[in-house]
């Protein structure tokens, strides 16, 4: 059985696995400092709060039938070296899994890959402006990385990026949109952000100025 730090838990959703009804596993820890984190009780790698993933199994077992799946998010699950375990654990319940990453670490994404049904896959910034949004030198390479080695896998999965036109403007959003239709991407999800629990609206028409500049790529804008 997997030694998985788990931060917090949902036991049902209908909105973090497509097509699915879903529990979802926050994993403990993240080594990123985005300002506009939405779970931020989670970026320690330690908590005092967190469950026992035994406890967790043992729920899911009782929902068997009644789930489709389980959803990894975060924090950041690839920070964890168990995660691959605790995916397998969750596949012989019977249950699909999705996962949420940021892509910080290629070579753990890409282990737990062949457990994996769909990926949320997060991208910041254009990549000039990824050491700013994440706190952390460098991080741009890495997640282009992951990013190469999802598209390549086969897998199921949807790029999504939280947009705050404080942090970078709409020229380097469209920078981005490019950037991810030359890697490949076909899902692109523009999440509104929210700052002390206010939405930052996106400007008047964006949605019309992505789909003109790549048609290629399905964007999706929720609400």
Not at 44 to 51: G, K, N, Q, T
Not at 143 to 163: H, K
Not at 168 to 182: G, I, N, P, V, W
Request: hydrophobic share 45%; proline share 8%; net charge neutral.
């Amino acid at each position: 059985m997997a030694d998985l730090k788990v931060g917090g838990f949902t036991p049902l959703t209908s909105i973090d696995f497509p097509g699915r009804l879903a529990a979802v596993v926050f994993c403990q820890g993240c080594p990123w400092r985005c300002d506009y984190c939405h779970n931020p009780h989670l970026i320690p790698v330690a908590s005092p709060s967190a469950r026992v993933w035994e406890d967790v199994l043992a729920f899911l077992a009782r929902r068997r039938g009644l789930l489709d799946g389980v959803v990894f998010s975060g924090g950041e699950p690839t920070l964890q070296a168990a995660l691959p375990a605790a995916m397998r654990d969750v596949r012989q319940l019977g249950f699909e899994v999705a996962l949420h990453t940021a892509g910080m670490y290629p070579d753990r994404l890409e282990a737990a890959l062949p457990w994996v049904d769909w990926v949320g896959f997060d991208i910041k910034a254009p990549a000039h402006r990824y050491d700013h949004v994440t706190g952390t030198p460098g991080s741009a390479t890495r997640v282009m990385d992951s990013l190469a080695r999802l598209v390549a896998s086969g897998v199921a999965y949807e790029c999504r990026t939280t947009w705050d036109p404080e942090l970078f403007d709409e020229a380097d959003l469209m920078a981005l949109l490019h950037t991810l239709a030359e890697k490949g991407v076909l899902r692109w999800s523009l999440q509104v952000c929210n700052r002390a629990g206010m939405p930052v609206p996106h400007p008047a028409g964006i949605a019309d100025r992505i789909a003109a500049a790549c048609p290629r790529i399905a964007v999706r804008m929720p609400a």
